[in-house]
């Protein structure tokens, strides 16, 4: 789970993507206790231990590099383990992980997949994805751009929402294999490149991983540079002014083990809620420690992503905790899902676990 978060694997090989995957600790930690599965499993006391699979994060380096994860670690006699892992869902699917980190829209696929009632119980980053084209392109939106050639660098995250407001708007269909569109799945690096040499018409893009095309004028954003937040916020919150909707990094877990293990799910909330307020402090200084979590490859690159966070979108939230207020919010994207055909209709919508501060 980080700034810089790319591609998942498809959800269809997310299972047997499990055997492949090699788990790494965190320094100093001893042997990992597997996370049990299965959906009649019963859940086991954590005993102090948090297993927890994720991308790696910039935030996450700051708070070990500064040993604000070890103090708190000490202060609470609660340790978090973690697997840094590109195929985080591979790994919980597995069963080797309590928590793992995701897309709120993707919740529904995940519980599809492992057969497992989950729960959301924090958040993090919202969806920062743009829909850029090429500078010579005469698109003004998602629905002028009808039988073109889009990119992405997935056929589900982030392409989920951009296929919702597609739909809404247009009623048009944005999927792999078929649609109103020709979606082109590479890698989010590869993405931005591919619009400008003219093989892709336009692009779902993560803009830390587009520098060099948007800070050169070769591409063009659409809808202003807004992100998929920003334009949820305007379109469908009734809170303009909150822009954390939806979600591109949730921190999920059995249902089950939540409730089981209040005191560790509420510690993790509480660590990573640090962890966002060390963000709000010291964004620069983590930005410039680890520029390789940005894609920032030089420091004309670098002060690139510092300008987009401050004058376009920061997608770091403010808190990582909860309240009715908000999940009403977001349980209002899973209707939107469903009308566009992304959830069926009898699916229910994600459970919420609502921890209180401590």
């Known amino acids: 789970m980080n700034a810089s978060r790319i591609a998942r694997p498809d959800r269809r090989r997310l299972i047997a993507a499990t055997a492949a995957v090699t788990l790494v600790a965190s320094a100093g930690c001893g042997a990992r206790p597997a996370a049990q599965t299965g ?3 019963e859940a ?3 005993n102090g231990v948090v297993n927890m699979v994720m991308a790696p994060d910039p935030v996450w380096k700051w708070m070990e590099s500064q040993g604000i994860k070890q103090e708190m670690e000490e202060e609470a006699k609660i340790q978090v383990l973690t697997s840094s892992s590109w195929d985080e869902f591979g790994v919980y699917a597995g069963g080797h992980a309590d928590v793992v980190s995701a897309a709120s829209y993707e919740v529904p696929e995940l519980e599809k997949q492992t057969g497992e009632k989950t729960t959301i119980f924090g958040k993090f980053n919202s969806d920062r994805s743009i829909l850029a084209v090429g500078k010579d392109s005469t698109a003004k939106d998602i629905c002028d751009l009808k039988g073109k050639k889009i990119v992405t660098h997935s056929a589900v995250s982030i ?19 078929g649609g109103d569109y020709e979606l082109v799945v590479t890698d989010p690096q590869n993405a931005a490149g591919l619009i400008q040499r003219g093989d892709a018409d336009a692009g779902l893009l993560l803009p830390d991983f587009s520098i060099p095309q948007l800070s050169s004028g070769a591409i063009k954003p659409l809808y202003d ?8 916020a305007e379109q469908f919150s009734d809170n303009k002014t909150e822009l954390t909707h939806p979600q591109n990094n949730v921190f999920v877990a059995r249902k089950a083990w939540v409730e089981k293990n209040p005191e560790e799910a509420a510690f993790l909330i509480k660590m990573w809620d640090r962890g966002v307020q060390e963000w709000a402090k010291n964004r620069d200084k983590i930005i410039e420690a680890y520029p390789e979590d940005f894609a920032a490859e030089s420091d004309k690159d670098k002060a690139f992503i510092r300008d987009w966070l401050a004058n376009k979108y920061d997608w770091f939230v403010e808190s990582t905790y909860l309240d009715q207020a908000w999940v009403d919010s977001e349980t209002k994207l899973f209707n939107l899902m469903k009308e566009a055909g992304y959830v069926d209709k009898d699916v229910p919508d994600p459970d919420f676990t609502i921890l209180p501060k401590s």
């Open 44 to 46: 086991k006391d954590a």
């Open 225 to 232: 540079s807004k992100s998929v937040s920003q334009i949820y």
């Open 39 to 41: 959906a009649n499993a």
């Open 159 to 177: 392409t989920i929402m951009w296929g919702v407001f597609a739909k809404k708007w247009c009623d048009l269909d944005l999927r792999a294999g």
